[in-house]
């Protein structure tokens, strides 16, 4: 069944909502702490301005698309935890301050966002970083119509050499594959211990 989404009009306003969002945040940021004094004209020229840039780059328009939806839904996740915890008892004009202004809360808070846009950076530009790096495979080039990559090229996710390589040509298996290297997961495994053990301390 088609869909607007189907029909390409998403991608035709990409960028007026990438602007529209850009100068929002900049120029709610900007009248927030104001460091340029009660000026809300400058401040609405530069939101503007860092706006335009946003929308007419590619890579920088493609970043906002990618990481704009999982922070929507991280802000839908608080807003039905919030919601759900008043229903046990917890009034929202005297907790939920206290909650917010909780250094745990704060440190998930900015971690998760950290996180969020590490994977928008990994997603945008993961791929055509590995692309750019001298000594890798040629990405997959097709020129006679047959469905097989012409010599001297791969197709895009093989994996040559041994099963869990990470020298291939597509930086998602790559990723994946460092990430379930028994050295990687042992690190990780170390971390965890070593944190649990400092907090359990810390609180002791």
């Avoid at 702490?33 to 939101?47: C, R």
């Avoid at 335009?52 to 999982?70: D, E, G, N, Y």
């Avoid at 839904?73 to 915890?85: E, N, P, R, S, T």
């Avoid at 229903?87 to 996180?115: E, H, L, Q, R, S």
Wanted: glycine share 10%.
């Amino acid at each position: 069944m088609a869909s607007i989404l189907d029909a390409g009009l998403a991608g035709i306003f990409s960028a007026v909502f990438v602007w529209l969002l850009v100068y929002a945040i900049v120029y709610g940021f900007l009248t927030w702490k104001k460091p340029f004094g009660d000026n809300k004209g400058s401040y609405a020229i530069v939101a503007v301005c860092i706006a335009f840039l946003m929308a007419v780059a590619p890579p920088a328009r493609t970043l906002v698309l990618t990481v704009a939806p999982w922070y929507v839904a991280f802000g839908v996740v608080i807003f039905f935890i919030l919601f759900l915890v008043t229903m046990f008892g917890v009034d929202p004009a005297k907790d939920f301050p206290k909650i917010i202004n909780d250094d745990t809360t704060k440190t998930w808070f900015v971690i998760i966002c950290v996180i969020i846009a590490i994977a928008g950076l990994a997603a945008v530009f993961g791929q055509s970083s590995l692309n750019q790096q001298p000594g890798l495979p040629a990405p997959s080039i097709d020129t006679n119509g047959d469905g097989i990559p012409d010599s001297g090229t791969i197709s895009v996710g093989a994996e040559p050499g041994t099963p869990g390589s990470t020298a291939t040509g597509d930086f998602g298996t790559n990723l994946l594959n460092t990430i379930v290297h028994p050295k990687v997961l042992g690190l990780a495994v170390t971390f965890l211990i070593a944190a649990i053990s400092i907090y359990f301390l810390s609180k002791g």
